[in-house]
Structures are given as C-alpha cells and as structure tokens.
C-alpha cells in the first residue's frame, strides 16, 4: 500500500478535518481514507461526457422510445 504525506495544510482546515473525522466516528486516517477513495472511484467529468457521448450516439429509433415509455408504464 502506499502513504502519502500532505505538508502545508492551514490549521483552520486540519481542525476541521478532525471534527469532521470525529463526527463520522472515524480516525483521522480512515477519515482521509474514505474521502480519497471516494474521489477515486467516482467518475471524472470527461468520463461522464465520454459515456453520456456513446449512448448518444447509439442507434435509437421512435419505436425503442415508445417502448421504453410503455414499459415504464406497465411498471406503475
């Protein structure tokens, strides 16, 4: 696994950080963790518009929609 190190983080933000890790029940470290993981593992913009681009562009007549309308209806 590997560690990282932030140098530099202003004291209003450091405490904040560990009010908000002692809020969630969390260390410091898991807290930093789960925030780092997050951002990680969320789609970036780019990968969004990419994926937004390819189904756009997939081959969808009036019928397909009709059907989609239809089946969200039966749904009900």
């Not at 933000?13 to 969320?42: F, M, N, P």
């Amino acid at each position: 696994m590997t560690a990282f190190t932030i140098r530099e983080v202003p004291d209003d933000i450091a405490r904040r950080i560990k009010v908000r890790a002692a809020e969630a029940g969390q260390s410091l470290q898991g807290y930093l963790l789960s925030l780092v993981t997050r951002d990680a593992t969320q789609p970036t913009l780019a990968e969004m518009a990419d994926r937004a681009e390819r189904y756009a562009t997939e081959d969808i007549d009036i019928q397909d929609v009709l059907d989609a309308i239809d089946a969200g209806r039966t749904g009900r």
